[in-house]
């Protein structure tokens, strides 16, 4: 085995475990206890996070021993699907006011793929439920001919070089918040049809909006 | 814009099993479902104890770990369920990977789950997921009732209805009707569909579907370009494999159906079927080295599963025999022998086997011995398979029981007329042991009947006179009771007849018995579904509640 190989193990162990440890905070009720509830929530939070960054790095590190072929590309509901994104906000943050738009023009069904697209835009929920101020949207509609979901929140927006390294297409880095975009641009523009390929769009618009555009 | 909220579902009076090698994720499964209300829950920790829970129990609910450590996996698990009727098409069932396989897994499902699931998740994701399988069950709850019943023209127009009425169904509905379509051997609609679908979308399972179609339409140049494309751009798309095996073996490309097995294996080694067939086209083509891995793989792999058959010993047996290694072929007898002493066709595999390999080193005593052990099985009314019995018949020719020979490759032919790779067998085994002329006049005389009344009923079919057609072909069946085609000939026929005529119904009992027998004999024929589909529709049409057995890949 290829020292390689062998973290990538260790990982997904880690991983897996981490994943574990957040199952069982789950499954700690709220105890009204305005202190003990919002360690819990944080320390649930940090683990889910933590979890989700080390699938992304999992499959980054596969994306560089070959292309992502997404094989599971399917018909979905954008309603659904931006439910679902919404539902799993609130978890992270009960406080937080989160809703689920979808634009009238969105059609029923997309083709898209579902895990792998929400694994991408985890980051960005990590990230407007860090920073907004009190409330989070998700968003579906339709721009230049693909689905856009986004994610909105009402923080003070997105730092220029963040968005300027997006737009122009810039390496971004292998940490912190630049591996995850690193991941939701791998995934966006593994999504294609048409001779069209998706796209990470990062802007600001009362607030930071994180947007992926998938053809 | 809407914001409305999906309707939610009521778990209170839901069962689950929940599938998983790890003690703790079960009881973290258990938790998640407990949070939402889903309080009936059972556990399994491998593939044996799931069968188990599913013989006994009716779950609303599976959600199944895909890896399960050495067991069987969460894949496996799915066919062996359906294969053996044990869910319906009513069961959510639940797929959760790990994300490193999760492409893999998906690209490898023939039979694909109603959602994957990568770990780790929320419960909040796992409600969602399970919220949305249900209200999909429930959006085609009357399609599968119809489907269930045989009445397979209302489930396609239970299909067309979501089509048009259920935008957000429109591709499942779209999906489900091909699968009927192709199980009702109607390909030309299938093929408009997977068209239909492919103009919105290029998705694997539309390309692989009208593959199938295509195949079943004969238009295998179309068909074998169509899966070159796929297996190129998606080389994880095991199914894709298997079915190029049959459109090239279809065209007689069997050095490129090995090839293609070939590569279907070793992206995924875990299909016992898949193995053993790239051991019979290795076979076929001589490639002894490669049949010889092939059969040994299908044999580990059937150790554990639902597929396995005596007939894979009896299959690496006579490779090794073919190759001269005679103590090798004894050996896999002697270290399986338990199995094959447990049933009888186990039985006779395992003494024709021997006898086989006791001609072939000169051990006269001891091969007339197996030999006349093996004739005895066969009297008591132990089946077997073709190859089996012209290993018989070799081997009791050069035991100087000619007699015996005689008759068996008289059966063997005349249950084959149709399959010159089995015939030249035959010949050549009387050409081997010295004796051409006999060769001609046996097989001769055992398929001469089959091949006229086959003819004469296929004639009659034409001239529209279903009477005596269906006669012919039922005698024709009775010469032949092995021979798939011949039964199939047989059911069609009698079927069309009773749809003319309701008077004549008397005959749907002994077509039920003939497609049976094809799904013993020839599970994976193409025309087997279109036939069993056409057998549901005729008895529905009567008002006969149908005991017709279907089953739908997809």
Known sequence: ?215 | MSASKPQTVDYKNKTALIVDDFPNMRSAFRMALAAFGLTKVDMAANAAEAIQRVKNTAYDIIICDYNLGDSRDGQQILEEMRHLGLIGLETAFLMVTAESVYERVVAAAELAPDDYLIKPFNADVMRSRLDGILAKKEAFADIYLHFDHGEMEAALAGCDALMQNAPKYRIDAMRFKGEILIAMGRPDEARELYDEVIRMRAVPWARLGLAKAQHMRKKEAEAETILVELVEQYPGLVPAYDLLADVQIAQEKYQEAQATLQRGVETSAKSILRQRRLGEVSYRNGDLDAAKTAFDAAIQKGKYSVFHNPNDFANLARVHIDQGQTGEALKVLQDHRKLLQESDEGKLVASVMAGLIHTRSGNKAEAERHMKEALRLRESGTVSKPELLLDLAEGCLKAGLAEDASALIGEVARNAHDNQQLLDKAKAIYHEAGRPDEAHSVITQATEQVVNLSKEGALLSQRGDMVNATKALFRAAREAPRNPRVLMNAAWAAMRLVEQDPGESQYLAQVRMLLDDVALLAPDHPRLGGLQTMLRSVESALGIKSTASQRLKG
Not at chain 1, 97 to 110: F, K, N
Not at chain 1, 142 to 168: C, F, K, N, Q, W
């Open chain 1, 1 to 215: 085995m290829e020292y390689d190989d062998l973290y990538a193990a260790l990982l997904h162990e880690m991983k897996n475990n981490l994943a574990l440890l957040t199952m069982s905070l789950d499954n700690i009720p709220a105890c009204g206890d305005e202190h003990h509830d919002r360690q819990l929530a944080a320390a649930r939070m940090l683990g889910q996070k933590t979890a989700d960054r080390l699938t992304q790095t999992l499959l980054i590190y596969k994306s560089t021993k070959g292309d992502i072929v997404l094989s599971a590309v399917d018909a979905h509901s954008p309603e659904d699907f931006v439910h679902e994104l919404a539902q799993q906000t609130r978890s992270f943050n009960r406080k937080l006011e989160v809703t689920a738009q979808v634009e009238a023009d969105v059609p029923a069904i997309w083709f898209f793929d579902r895990n792998m697209l929400e694994m991408a835009l985890l980051n960005a929920i990590h990230n407007s439920v860090n920073y907004a101020r009190q409330r989070v949207e998700i968003r579906a509609g339709l721009r230049d001919g693909m689905l856009a979901i986004s994610i909105r929140d009402d923080s003070g927006g997105y730092p220029a070089h963040i968005m300027a390294a997006v737009t122009e297409g810039k390496p971004l880095q292998s940490q912190g918040t630049g591996l995850g975009l690193r991941f939701a641009r791998l995934i966006a523009e593994a999504h294609r049809n048409d001779g069209r390929a998706g796209e990470l769009r990062l802007y600001n618009e009362d607030g930071a909006v994180f947007e992926i555009r998938v053809p």
